[in-house]
T-cell receptor
Framework: SAVISQKPSRDICQRGTSLTIQCQVDSQVTMMFWYRQQPGQSLTLIATANQGSEATYESGFVIDKFPISRPNLTFSTLTVSNMSPEDSSIYLC????????????FGEGSRLTVL | AQSVTQLGSHVSVSEGALVLLRCNYSSSVPPYLFWYVQYPNQGLQLLLKYTSAATLVKGINGFEAEFKKSETSFHLTKPSAHMSDAAEYFCAVGKAAGNKLTFGGGTRVLVKP
């Protein structure tokens, strides 16, 4: 298993501003995944962050809007840039710590409200 | 490409009654299948996982799921619902360890006393 800490847990932001979400894991992991959960919706993968390389973005998500850093094997950040009310969501960091089961462990999420 | 379909966005059950949540998947390779639960204002918690060892998988809190390849299904059941089971449940599919998961739309369970 893994303990995943996300900061902030929630925030209220103004339109046009940017916010960086931090994800800290208590063990070294190769892959970190950033998901978005819009109100009342399921989880959608934004990007996969692999240490030492550029993040891989899913269709519909771009680096200019959601820049990601992965400086080491236990930490990652996701920035939501130039926010609009449509960015109001829960952003979840997840990691795969098992060698062969494929399960992901999730942080508690960062709930952003954009006014 | 992988996809997951959960039938029914909302399910209402009486306390003590059977809980049945349906999940169908599509995958080009033998899948890794998961059920997660999300309680209000919390992150996701793994209920159970299928990784080709046994078709009937037992998880936490009395839940179990059966993998049926012929039906491409992985339905979740619990014989007797408890009030604490009220939450949202997500089915997810993956291709391999270390790979991303694709989630279904989720099913919100309401338990009536």
């Amino acid at each position: 298993s893994a303990v995943i800490s996300q900061k902030p847990s929630r925030d209220i932001c103004q339109r046009g501003t940017s916010l960086t979400i931090q994800c800290q894991v208590d063990s070294q992991v190769t892959m970190m995944f950033w998901y978005r959960q819009q109100p009342g919706q399921s989880l959608t993968l934004i990007a996969t962050a692999n240490q030492g390389s550029e993040a891989t973005y899913e269709s519909g998500f771009v680096i200019d809007k959601f820049p990601i850093s992965r400086p080491n094997l236990t930490f990652s950040t996701l920035t939501v840039s130039n926010m609009s009310p449509e960015d109001s969501s829960i952003y979840l960091c997840s990691v795969d710590v098992s060698a062969n089961t494929g399960e992901l462990f999730f942080g508690e999420g960062s709930r952003l409200t954009v006014l | 490409a992988q996809s997951v379909t959960q039938l029914g966005s909302h399910v209402s059950v009486s306390e003590g009654a059977l809980v049945l949540l349906r999940c169908n998947y599509s995958s080009s390779v033998p899948p890794y299948l998961f059920w997660y639960v999300q309680y209000p204002n919390q992150g996701l918690q793994l209920l159970l996982k299928y990784t080709s060892a046994a078709t009937l998988v037992k998880g936490i809190n009395g839940f179990e799921a059966e993998f049926k390849k012929s039906e491409t299904s992985f339905h979740l059941t619990k014989p007797s619902a408890h009030m604490s089971d009220a939450a949202e449940y997500f089915c997810a599919v993956g291709k391999a360890a270390g790979n991303k998961l694709t989630f279904g739309g989720g099913t919100r369970v309401l338990v009536k006393p």
